[in-house]
Protein backbone atom coordinates (compact mmCIF):
# COMPACT_ATOMS: atom_id res chain seq x y z
CA UNK A 1 0.00 0.00 0.00
CA UNK A 2 1.36 3.17 -1.04
CA UNK A 3 2.25 5.77 1.67
CA UNK A 4 0.17 8.26 0.26
CA UNK A 5 -3.38 8.38 -0.62
CA UNK A 6 -5.27 8.60 -3.69
CA UNK A 7 -5.41 11.80 -4.84
CA UNK A 8 -9.33 13.27 -5.91
CA UNK A 9 -10.27 13.20 -9.53
CA UNK A 10 -9.23 16.63 -10.25
CA UNK A 11 -6.45 16.79 -8.99
CA UNK A 12 -5.29 13.97 -11.42
CA UNK A 13 -6.47 15.70 -14.73
CA UNK A 14 -4.65 18.93 -13.20
CA UNK A 15 -1.56 16.67 -12.97
CA UNK A 16 -2.25 15.80 -16.69
CA UNK A 17 -2.62 19.19 -17.70
CA UNK A 18 0.46 20.49 -16.09
CA UNK A 19 2.91 17.53 -17.24
CA UNK A 20 1.96 17.84 -20.71
CA UNK A 21 2.48 22.12 -20.31
CA UNK A 22 5.75 21.20 -18.44
CA UNK A 23 7.65 18.66 -20.28
CA UNK A 24 10.23 16.67 -19.00
CA UNK A 25 13.05 19.52 -18.73
CA UNK A 26 15.19 18.47 -16.17
CA UNK A 27 13.45 21.21 -14.05
CA UNK A 28 10.15 19.44 -12.72
CA UNK A 29 10.30 16.99 -9.96
CA UNK A 30 6.61 14.76 -9.15
CA UNK A 31 8.53 14.72 -5.34
CA UNK A 32 8.99 18.20 -4.91
CA UNK A 33 5.53 18.80 -5.88
CA UNK A 34 3.58 16.18 -4.08
CA UNK A 35 0.75 17.23 -2.46
CA UNK A 36 0.47 18.54 0.93
CA UNK A 37 -0.44 16.65 4.26
CA UNK A 38 -4.07 15.82 4.69
CA UNK A 39 -6.17 18.29 7.14
CA UNK A 40 -6.56 14.94 9.68
CA UNK A 41 -3.29 14.50 9.87
CA UNK A 42 -2.21 17.82 10.79
CA UNK A 43 -4.69 17.86 13.65
CA UNK A 44 -3.66 14.90 14.69
CA UNK A 45 -0.36 16.58 14.76
CA UNK A 46 -1.20 19.68 17.03
CA UNK A 47 -2.49 17.20 19.79
CA UNK A 48 0.70 15.88 20.36
CA UNK A 49 3.00 17.94 22.91
CA UNK A 50 5.34 19.77 22.25
CA UNK A 51 8.95 18.97 23.81
CA UNK A 52 8.93 20.07 27.93
CA UNK A 53 5.45 21.48 27.58
CA UNK A 54 4.19 18.91 30.47
CA UNK A 55 6.95 20.12 32.79
CA UNK A 56 5.51 23.53 32.25
CA UNK A 57 1.88 22.50 33.17
CA UNK A 58 3.29 20.81 36.32
CA UNK A 59 5.22 24.03 37.31
CA UNK A 60 1.58 26.50 36.57
CA UNK A 61 -0.18 24.14 38.57
CA UNK A 62 2.32 24.18 41.50
CA UNK A 63 2.32 27.83 41.76
CA UNK A 64 -1.34 27.96 41.49
CA UNK A 65 -1.62 25.78 44.86
CA UNK A 66 0.65 27.73 45.99
CA UNK A 67 -1.11 30.74 45.63
CA UNK A 68 -4.08 29.07 46.89
CA UNK A 69 -2.53 27.95 50.23
CA UNK A 70 -1.22 31.49 50.93
CA UNK A 71 -4.52 32.75 50.50
CA UNK A 72 -6.37 30.69 52.59
CA UNK A 73 -3.52 30.52 55.50
CA UNK A 74 -4.17 34.63 55.34
CA UNK A 75 -7.81 34.07 55.60
CA UNK A 76 -7.63 31.86 58.43
CA UNK A 77 -5.20 33.63 60.32
CA UNK A 78 -7.85 37.03 59.88
CA UNK A 79 -11.33 34.70 60.72
CA UNK A 80 -8.58 33.67 64.28
CA UNK A 81 -7.69 37.37 64.76
CA UNK A 82 -11.41 38.40 64.55
CA UNK A 83 -12.44 35.13 66.59
CA UNK A 84 -9.79 35.78 69.51
CA UNK A 85 -10.47 39.63 69.59
CA UNK A 86 -14.45 39.07 70.30
CA UNK A 87 -13.22 36.94 73.05
CA UNK A 88 -11.13 39.24 74.43
CA UNK A 89 -14.09 41.64 74.34
CA UNK A 90 -16.82 39.35 75.85
CA UNK A 91 -14.52 38.37 78.41
CA UNK A 92 -14.37 42.14 79.36
CA UNK A 93 -18.63 42.82 79.33
CA UNK A 94 -18.51 39.93 81.50
CA UNK A 95 -16.28 40.88 83.95
CA UNK A 96 -13.90 37.98 82.95
CA UNK A 97 -10.61 39.85 82.52
CA UNK A 98 -11.40 42.34 85.91
CA UNK A 99 -8.83 41.13 89.00
CA UNK A 100 -11.15 40.20 91.99
CA UNK A 101 -8.49 39.75 94.23
CA UNK A 102 -5.45 40.92 95.65
CA UNK A 103 -2.30 39.16 96.86
CA UNK A 104 -0.75 39.30 99.98
CA UNK A 105 -1.03 42.24 102.83
CA UNK A 106 -0.85 44.80 101.03
CA UNK A 107 1.44 47.68 100.28
CA UNK A 108 1.09 51.32 101.47
CA UNK A 109 -1.02 51.73 105.00
CA UNK A 110 -4.04 53.87 105.63
CA UNK A 111 -7.00 54.02 107.21
CA UNK A 112 -10.03 52.96 106.63
CA UNK A 113 -13.04 54.29 108.70
CA UNK A 114 -16.30 51.62 109.34
CA UNK A 115 -19.24 54.17 109.65
CA UNK A 116 -21.72 53.44 112.46
CA UNK A 117 -24.19 50.63 111.26
CA UNK A 118 -22.22 49.48 107.81
CA UNK A 119 -23.15 46.20 107.04
CA UNK A 120 -21.15 44.27 105.45
CA UNK A 121 -21.87 44.65 101.44
CA UNK A 122 -21.26 48.57 102.99
CA UNK A 123 -17.86 48.05 104.12
CA UNK A 124 -16.75 45.99 101.12
CA UNK A 125 -17.99 48.79 98.69
CA UNK A 126 -16.05 51.50 101.05
CA UNK A 127 -13.39 49.26 100.86
CA UNK A 128 -13.04 48.74 96.66
CA UNK A 129 -13.60 52.35 96.48
CA UNK A 130 -10.39 52.97 98.50
CA UNK A 131 -8.71 50.44 96.48
CA UNK A 132 -8.05 48.05 99.63
CA UNK A 133 -9.49 45.27 98.62
CA UNK A 134 -10.08 44.47 94.57
CA UNK A 135 -13.62 43.59 94.63
CA UNK A 136 -16.48 44.11 97.16
CA UNK A 137 -17.95 40.90 96.45
CA UNK A 138 -14.78 38.52 97.26
CA UNK A 139 -14.55 40.28 100.47
CA UNK A 140 -17.66 39.82 101.53
CA UNK A 141 -17.01 36.14 100.85
CA UNK A 142 -13.97 36.30 102.95
CA UNK A 143 -15.65 38.24 105.63
CA UNK A 144 -18.55 35.57 105.92
CA UNK A 145 -15.57 32.64 105.99
CA UNK A 146 -14.20 33.80 109.79
CA UNK A 147 -17.18 36.14 110.72
CA UNK A 148 -19.22 33.31 112.85
CA UNK A 149 -21.44 35.06 113.65
CA UNK A 150 -19.73 38.44 114.40
CA UNK A 151 -20.32 42.13 113.06
CA UNK A 152 -17.34 44.26 111.98
CA UNK A 153 -17.52 47.30 114.61
CA UNK A 154 -17.47 50.58 114.19
CA UNK A 155 -14.29 52.76 114.34
CA UNK A 156 -10.90 53.68 112.46
CA UNK A 157 -9.16 50.85 111.33
CA UNK A 158 -4.87 50.43 109.90
CA UNK A 159 -5.12 48.78 106.88
CA UNK A 160 -2.81 48.23 103.72
CA UNK A 161 -3.76 49.56 99.91
CA UNK A 162 -4.46 46.19 97.91
CA UNK A 163 -4.60 43.95 100.47
CA UNK A 164 -6.18 40.10 99.79
CA UNK A 165 -9.85 40.16 100.83
CA UNK A 166 -8.77 37.32 103.36
CA UNK A 167 -6.15 39.72 104.96
CA UNK A 168 -8.46 42.81 104.91
CA UNK A 169 -11.95 40.58 106.46
CA UNK A 170 -8.79 40.14 109.09
CA UNK A 171 -7.90 43.05 109.75
CA UNK A 172 -11.16 44.12 110.36
CA UNK A 173 -12.81 40.78 112.33
CA UNK A 174 -9.65 39.19 113.34
CA UNK A 175 -9.30 40.79 116.81
CA UNK A 176 -11.92 39.20 119.02
CA UNK A 177 -14.36 41.99 120.34
CA UNK A 178 -14.51 40.93 124.32
CA UNK A 179 -10.69 42.65 123.92
CA UNK A 180 -11.63 45.96 122.92
CA UNK A 181 -13.73 48.55 123.65
CA UNK A 182 -15.71 51.04 121.32
CA UNK A 183 -16.64 54.66 121.86
CA UNK A 184 -18.37 57.09 119.46
CA UNK A 185 -17.24 60.57 120.51
CA UNK A 186 -19.79 63.05 118.44
CA UNK A 187 -18.66 66.32 117.31
CA UNK A 188 -19.88 69.39 119.57
CA UNK A 189 -19.99 67.63 122.10
CA UNK A 190 -19.09 69.10 126.27
CA UNK A 191 -16.03 67.07 128.40
CA UNK A 192 -18.41 66.22 130.82
CA UNK A 193 -20.84 64.90 128.25
CA UNK A 194 -17.53 62.71 126.48
CA UNK A 195 -16.29 61.71 129.83
CA UNK A 196 -20.02 60.09 130.30
CA UNK A 197 -19.70 58.16 126.77
CA UNK A 198 -16.06 56.99 127.63
CA UNK A 199 -17.17 55.57 131.18
CA UNK A 200 -20.11 53.65 129.70
CA UNK A 201 -17.87 52.19 127.13
CA UNK A 202 -14.83 51.14 129.36
CA UNK A 203 -16.17 50.95 132.06
CA UNK A 204 -13.64 53.14 133.99
CA UNK A 205 -15.59 55.39 136.60
CA UNK A 206 -16.23 59.03 135.41
CA UNK A 207 -14.43 60.04 138.50
CA UNK A 208 -11.36 59.01 136.79
CA UNK A 209 -11.62 61.01 133.48
CA UNK A 210 -12.61 64.15 135.85
CA UNK A 211 -9.72 64.21 138.33
CA UNK A 212 -7.93 64.09 134.70
CA UNK A 213 -9.42 67.44 133.59
CA UNK A 214 -8.10 69.30 136.93
CA UNK A 215 -4.67 68.85 135.66
CA UNK A 216 -4.69 69.44 131.75
CA UNK A 217 -0.82 70.85 132.32
CA UNK A 218 0.34 66.97 132.34
CA UNK A 219 -1.04 66.25 128.92
CA UNK A 220 1.08 69.24 128.03
CA UNK A 221 -1.40 71.41 127.30
CA UNK A 222 -0.73 75.29 127.96
CA UNK A 223 -1.08 77.35 131.13
CA UNK A 224 -4.19 79.22 129.79
CA UNK A 225 -6.39 75.85 129.47
CA UNK A 226 -8.99 75.48 132.06
CA UNK A 227 -9.77 71.36 131.62
CA UNK A 228 -9.48 69.15 128.49
CA UNK A 229 -12.63 71.38 126.64
CA UNK A 230 -12.05 71.26 123.08
CA UNK A 231 -8.81 68.61 123.17
CA UNK A 232 -11.20 65.80 123.34
CA UNK A 233 -11.16 64.77 119.42
CA UNK A 234 -14.71 63.56 118.42
CA UNK A 235 -14.68 60.19 116.41
CA UNK A 236 -14.76 56.18 116.75
CA UNK A 237 -12.23 54.61 118.84
CA UNK A 238 -12.00 51.12 119.72
CA UNK A 239 -10.12 50.89 123.16
CA UNK A 240 -7.85 48.16 124.70
CA UNK A 241 -9.90 46.67 127.52
CA UNK A 242 -6.27 47.15 129.42
CA UNK A 243 -6.22 50.80 128.25
CA UNK A 244 -6.61 53.19 131.50
CA UNK A 245 -8.14 56.29 131.74
CA UNK A 246 -4.89 58.42 131.21
CA UNK A 247 -4.35 56.39 127.73
CA UNK A 248 -7.42 56.76 126.70
CA UNK A 249 -7.71 60.62 127.40
CA UNK A 250 -3.64 60.93 125.65
CA UNK A 251 -5.23 59.02 122.41
CA UNK A 252 -7.77 61.50 122.33
CA UNK A 253 -6.11 64.67 122.71
CA UNK A 254 -3.14 63.48 120.67
CA UNK A 255 -5.54 63.18 117.67
CA UNK A 256 -6.59 66.61 118.17
CA UNK A 257 -2.95 68.08 118.34
CA UNK A 258 -1.66 66.04 115.21
CA UNK A 259 -4.81 68.05 113.04
CA UNK A 260 -3.66 71.41 114.79
CA UNK A 261 0.20 70.31 113.99
CA UNK A 262 -1.35 68.95 110.02
CA UNK A 263 -2.83 72.47 109.50
CA UNK A 264 0.61 74.29 110.58
CA UNK A 265 -0.66 75.48 113.54
CA UNK A 266 2.14 73.66 116.33
CA UNK A 267 2.32 76.47 118.72
CA UNK A 268 0.73 75.21 121.75
CA UNK A 269 -1.09 78.83 122.42
CA UNK A 270 -2.09 79.40 119.26
CA UNK A 271 -2.96 75.62 118.95
CA UNK A 272 -5.61 76.90 122.34
CA UNK A 273 -6.81 80.03 120.43
CA UNK A 274 -7.91 78.06 117.52
CA UNK A 275 -10.02 75.64 119.07
CA UNK A 276 -11.81 78.21 120.81
CA UNK A 277 -12.84 79.39 117.88
CA UNK A 278 -13.38 75.67 116.25
CA UNK A 279 -15.71 75.47 119.28
CA UNK A 280 -17.90 78.20 118.21
CA UNK A 281 -17.45 77.43 114.44
CA UNK A 282 -18.98 74.14 115.54
CA UNK A 283 -21.59 75.05 117.78
CA UNK A 284 -23.02 78.05 115.82
CA UNK A 285 -22.54 76.97 111.68
CA UNK A 286 -23.75 73.67 109.54
CA UNK A 287 -20.48 72.44 107.90
CA UNK A 288 -21.05 74.11 104.61
CA UNK A 289 -20.47 77.48 106.60
CA UNK A 290 -18.21 76.44 108.72
CA UNK A 291 -15.25 78.73 106.76
CA UNK A 292 -17.93 82.00 106.55
CA UNK A 293 -18.97 82.01 110.13
CA UNK A 294 -14.96 81.92 110.70
CA UNK A 295 -14.20 84.69 108.76
CA UNK A 296 -16.84 86.99 110.13
CA UNK A 297 -15.61 85.88 113.60
CA UNK A 298 -12.29 86.99 113.11
CA UNK A 299 -13.74 90.18 111.72
CA UNK A 300 -15.79 91.06 115.04
CA UNK A 301 -12.24 90.55 116.83
CA UNK A 302 -10.54 92.99 114.44
CA UNK A 303 -9.72 96.35 116.20
CA UNK A 304 -11.31 98.99 115.30
CA UNK A 305 -14.63 97.15 114.56
CA UNK A 306 -17.27 100.01 114.59
CA UNK A 307 -20.32 97.08 114.03
CA UNK A 308 -20.19 94.99 117.12
CA UNK A 309 -16.40 96.69 118.74
CA UNK A 310 -15.40 93.41 119.49
CA UNK A 311 -18.31 91.38 120.72
CA UNK A 312 -18.73 87.86 119.32
CA UNK A 313 -22.03 87.85 120.67
CA UNK A 314 -22.68 83.91 120.33
CA UNK A 315 -25.80 82.39 121.80
CA UNK A 316 -23.44 79.21 122.08
CA UNK A 317 -20.93 80.38 124.14
CA UNK A 318 -23.31 81.86 126.70
CA UNK A 319 -25.26 78.95 127.12
CA UNK A 320 -21.89 76.90 127.66
CA UNK A 321 -20.86 79.22 130.77
CA UNK A 322 -24.52 78.57 132.45
CA UNK A 323 -24.15 75.07 132.06
CA UNK A 324 -27.63 74.78 129.63
CA UNK A 325 -28.07 73.73 125.94
CA UNK A 326 -31.29 76.47 124.77
CA UNK A 327 -31.58 78.79 121.75
CA UNK A 328 -33.18 81.00 123.94
CA UNK A 329 -31.65 83.77 126.63
CA UNK A 330 -32.89 86.55 128.59
CA UNK A 331 -31.49 89.80 128.57
CA UNK A 332 -30.32 89.01 131.59
CA UNK A 333 -28.54 86.33 130.67
CA UNK A 334 -26.78 88.28 127.57
CA UNK A 335 -25.58 91.36 130.23
CA UNK A 336 -24.23 88.97 132.63
CA UNK A 337 -20.30 89.87 132.30
CA UNK A 338 -19.79 87.63 135.38
CA UNK A 339 -20.49 84.61 133.31
CA UNK A 340 -16.56 84.21 131.55
CA UNK A 341 -18.26 82.46 128.58
CA UNK A 342 -20.79 85.43 127.95
CA UNK A 343 -19.58 87.25 124.35
CA UNK A 344 -22.30 89.24 124.77
CA UNK A 345 -21.29 91.05 127.71
CA UNK A 346 -17.55 90.75 127.46
CA UNK A 347 -15.24 91.67 124.01
CA UNK A 348 -13.33 88.98 122.59
CA UNK A 349 -13.03 85.40 122.79
CA UNK A 350 -14.63 83.45 125.91
CA UNK A 351 -11.92 81.98 128.73
CA UNK A 352 -11.91 78.53 126.40
CA UNK A 353 -13.38 76.22 124.05
CA UNK A 354 -16.83 75.21 124.53
CA UNK A 355 -16.67 71.72 123.30
CA UNK A 356 -14.97 68.98 120.96
CA UNK A 357 -14.44 70.84 117.21
CA UNK A 358 -14.44 68.48 114.26
CA UNK A 359 -11.40 68.44 112.20
CA UNK A 360 -13.45 70.01 109.38
CA UNK A 361 -14.08 72.72 112.23
CA UNK A 362 -10.39 73.12 112.59
CA UNK A 363 -9.45 73.47 108.91
CA UNK A 364 -11.96 76.25 108.43
CA UNK A 365 -10.58 78.15 111.20
CA UNK A 366 -7.24 77.96 110.11
CA UNK A 367 -8.27 78.64 106.93
CA UNK A 368 -11.02 81.24 107.62
CA UNK A 369 -13.22 82.80 104.59
CA UNK A 370 -12.16 86.08 103.30
CA UNK A 371 -15.66 87.49 103.82
CA UNK A 372 -17.18 90.78 104.75
CA UNK A 373 -19.54 89.29 107.29
CA UNK A 374 -20.17 90.72 110.76
CA UNK A 375 -23.73 89.15 111.68
CA UNK A 376 -25.01 85.44 110.83
CA UNK A 377 -28.31 83.91 111.91
CA UNK A 378 -29.51 80.33 110.94
CA UNK A 379 -33.10 80.96 109.67
CA UNK A 380 -34.69 77.32 109.50
CA UNK A 381 -33.40 74.80 111.73
CA UNK A 382 -34.31 71.96 110.31
CA UNK A 383 -32.12 72.67 106.91
CA UNK A 384 -29.50 75.07 108.79
CA UNK A 385 -30.34 77.61 106.26
CA UNK A 386 -27.99 80.97 107.93
CA UNK A 387 -27.98 83.88 106.53
CA UNK A 388 -25.17 86.43 106.19
CA UNK A 389 -24.98 90.37 106.54
CA UNK A 390 -22.49 92.98 106.81
CA UNK A 391 -24.93 95.93 109.19
CA UNK A 392 -27.15 94.92 112.23
CA UNK A 393 -30.02 96.59 110.23
CA UNK A 394 -29.69 94.24 107.56
CA UNK A 395 -29.18 91.42 110.23
CA UNK A 396 -32.47 92.22 112.56
CA UNK A 397 -34.76 91.80 108.91
CA UNK A 398 -33.07 87.83 109.23
CA UNK A 399 -33.40 87.52 112.66
CA UNK A 400 -37.44 88.28 112.26
CA UNK A 401 -37.10 85.55 109.47
CA UNK A 402 -36.15 83.27 112.53
CA UNK A 403 -38.46 84.35 114.83
CA UNK A 404 -41.37 83.58 112.20
CA UNK A 405 -39.66 80.23 111.49
CA UNK A 406 -40.02 79.55 115.53
CA UNK A 407 -43.32 80.72 115.10
CA UNK A 408 -44.62 78.52 112.33
CA UNK A 409 -42.24 75.40 114.48
CA UNK A 410 -43.65 75.76 118.40
CA UNK A 411 -41.33 74.00 120.59
CA UNK A 412 -38.35 73.72 118.35
CA UNK A 413 -37.23 76.76 119.34
CA UNK A 414 -36.61 76.35 123.02
Same mark, same amino acid.
Given at each position: ?85 ? +? ?315 ? +? ?10
Amino acid at each position: MSDRHSAPQGAADDAADHSADHPDDGYYDEDSYAHPEPVEEFFVAQDVPRHGSKRQTSKAKRRRRVRRTVVMLVVLALFAGTVYGA +ALMLRDALGLNEVTDYAGPGGEETVFTVPEGAGALAIGTGLETADIVADSGTFVEALGAIAEGREVQPGEYEMRLQMSSAAAAEALLGEDPTMVSYAAIARDLRQGEVFDILSESTGIPRAEFDALAEDPAQFGLPAQALSLEGYLHPGEYRFDVEATATDIVTELITATTDRLTQDGVTDPDEQYEILTVASIVQAEAQEGDYATVAGSIYNRLTPGNTETNGLIQSDATVTYGLGTRTYQLTEEEKNDTSNPYNTYANPGLPKGPIGSPSDEAIDATVNPADVPFYFWVTVDLDTGETKFSETYAEHLRYVAEYD +AWCGDNPGRCQ
